[in-house]
């Protein structure tokens, strides 16, 4: 059994959720409740980044007081977890008493590579980081299209160039590993083109008022993203060295970060050089994903192309936008979100496909008076290339394609019935009947347990109305079942 920390970014609350947030959770979610049904421990992280300027000015702009207005915002990405059914185990929020601690505990262990100068640089808001001039496209952002303040004060400083070789080193040999291998290629180029120090701090002024003080300098505030990323730490009471910090992080077997494309450079190079002056131990995966887009832009609130996650999951539910957003797209490149696949996908995959494999399936057992001896299943072999292909995919990050070979599955189970046409066999040959319903029950038993990681509550569902709920799958066979009615899995919109 392996003990995972599963994290996933802390989203700013300068607005509402939208459903770039959602993709990235419901992977994060995946992964966790995968590992669980292997046996694997889990502990399974998420929140909010309160302590951002951008988060300030949203609220300005509003005319609320900055607690007030994150406040708000963060109960919206608090609902999304809920609505989203994520099986997180805790929601941290940077705006917390041991998150502040823990930051300033960081800061206080950090200190021999921290130092002060005056500085005058780039600075996206958006972002919350400096760049070099020639780092912005036609004078702006490259992720928010926004051109950058020049901002001129004295700050600290990390010495972030000391670590080069180190990280460089621990990147390339996959002591750190960074999925997929392209995401990792462009950290190397970005180390091995020159580490230079990042600034870790801004005046409080700047800041206006708002943020964690560094320790023994009220005039100066935390960086957002030394304070942001310290939040993985943070939540597992690294501030108090509790038991679970000891557990999931000093001897945690993998540490997993889930982010987007554009944080890596955060969490692949500054996160972990801040480890290594703080003598922690470091992260043993990055998976990086990538962007829902619209039209092939980037979603995001500064562009004003977001979809808004709570409007899909009130028309579809948490099961079906769960498995669009995991069917759908690849989950290392990005993908263009369309509301009108969500409704062919629902369509061909879900009602036309599983949903009616299983109305067809129960409508069989109806007729069939007797229990069903669970002995026989002429596509075992079959099933059992299925489920090699799936464990595959998944462990490789490629959920999409771990869906389609379930769907494999599904398809060849209603093909089955096509072929077969059990309903003939019923009445001049019960024997081959029941080997044959048999034959469904227990391939459509083994698709709920795989697609369980995706849709937790259709999974138990189909095992419910195949009264296998709550048994092992090495306890089915040998097994009488009486199949049960029930409600569409899934009705027509």
Known sequence: MTRHLITTAIDYVNASPHAGHALEKIQADVLSRYYRSLGDEVFFLTGTDENSLKNVQSAEKEGLPVKEFVERNAKQFMRLAQELNLSNDDFIRTTETRHTLGVQKLWQACLKDIYKKTYQGLYCVGCEEFYKEDELV??????????????????YFFRLSKYQHTLSELISSNQLEIIPESRKNEVLNFINSGLEDICISRSTQRAHHWGIDVPNDSNQKVWVWFDALSNYITALGYATESEQFKKWWLTGEDLLHCIGKGISRFHAVYWPAMLLSAGLPLPKRIFVHGYLTVKGEKMAKSLGNIVDPFQLLDKYGSEVVRYFFIRE???????????????????????????NLLSRVLALGEKYHSPILLEKNELL??????EKQYQQKMQEFKFNEALASVWDLVNALNKYLTDKKPWKTITNNPKEFEEQLATLVLSLGKVALLIAPVMPETSEKILEALQLKNLTETNWHNLKVSLKTGIPLFPKL
């Open 381 to 386: 072999d079959f099933r059992q290339k299925i």
């Open 329 to 355: 797209f690849s989950a290392t490149e990005d993908g263009n979100f369309s509301e009108e696949r969500i409704q062919e996908r629902y369509q061909s995959d879900l009602a036309e496909g599983l949903g």
């Open 138 to 155: 036609n004078g702006l952002c490259p992720e928010h299209k926004t051109k950058p303040e020049l901002i001129s004060e004295e700050d």
